[in-house]
């Protein structure tokens, strides 16, 4: 039995021109989800990493699909594997999703609907993989379920971390050091945190599940510096002006510089009060444009 996004061991069954064929040595777990086994013989190892093996060698492999939707092996072990949470950074974005890099020939499609924030190419963005309906490996940024709730922090420390969802009855999800769940309820954001934002907080509570309870306790967005930079580029890029000012819709705002309306308020505020721009009813100008 082979097991889709995980590192397995085999051994080499035959050595044909194209690669190698494996067999697996891995009993069958059932704690692994139907849609994650491949219940085939051997899967193949492409001849250009097979160079020099030999019948009746283990190795160590990760098993995905290939374009053709073939379960095939492969001796490089990945950015992500199944179970784990990292961030990956996007290679291009499409009209069905985006494209991220995992180390890989195959890039790792992220859909639409796996995003709790628009993502474009260039962002970070933290996530964890599952297998679609239709057995294929996938990326997704709704990693709740993927966190751990064993965290070394305790009440009153500060911790930081990833907004990686926002849920309006509930409050804003954190992964602390991008590995730990945590949350900060609804009745205490005293200002905007949205998926994509970086966060310092106070530890409030470790409940009885390990999980942590957060209050933010400074700025919750990306410093002002870091903002007013992004808002720069975009306007060098724009050749000066750039249709953004304090009644734009906060989703267009986080789609176009990925921060929140506040935090663009408060950067365009800074490059004013700095003599770097002018802030119109209809937009934004860069001085000496």
């Not at 989800?33 to 009746?56: F, M, W, Y």
């Not at 996938?138 to 926002?166: E, H, I, Q, R």
């Amino acid at each position: 039995m082979f097991y889709l996004g995980r590192i397995q061991k085999v051994t080499v069954a035959k050595i044909m021109e194209h690669g190698a064929y494996l067999a697996s040595a891995e009993e069958k777990s059932f704690d692994v989800p139907e849609n994650e086994q491949i219940d085939v013989g051997t899967v193949l190892l492409p001849r250009k990493e097979a160079v020099l093996l030999s019948v009746g060698e283990p190795l160590s492999v990760f098993v995905y699909k290939d374009s053709e939707d073939r379960p095939i092996a492969t001796r490089t072990v990945p950015k992500l594997t199944m179970g784990e949470v990292k961030r990956l950074t996007v290679r291009d974005v499409s009209n069905i999703g985006a494209f991220l890099d995992w180390g890989l020939l195959k890039d790792l499609f992220l859909p639409f609907k796996e995003q709790t924030y628009r993502v474009k190419k260039g962002d970070e963005v933290l996530v964890s993989l599952y297998t679609d309906k239709s057995s294929r490996l996938c990326a997704t940024m709704k990693v709740y379920k993927f966190l751990k709730n064993d965290s070394p922090y305790k009440k009153d420390d500060v911790v930081t971390g990833l907004c990686y969802d926002k849920i309006e009855a509930f409050g804003s999800y954190i992964a602390v050091d991008d590995i730990y769940s945590a949350l900060i309820p609804k009745h205490r954001l005293f200002t905007e945190i949205l998926p994509g934002m970086q966060v310092t907080a106070n530890v409030v509570n470790v409940h009885e599940d390990g999980r942590l309870e957060l209050s933010v306790t400074g700025k919750a967005y990306n410093e002002i510096d870091g903002d007013a930079d992004k808002i720069l580029e975009a306007l060098n890029e724009a050749g000066g002006f750039l249709p953004y000012h304090d009644k734009t819709s906060p989703d267009i705002i986080i789609a176009k510089f990925g921060i929140s309306k506040n935090a663009f308020k408060r950067a365009i505020g800074h490059l004013q009060k700095n003599g770097k721009i002018f802030i119109y009813d209809n937009g934004i100008e860069k001085v000496g444009r």
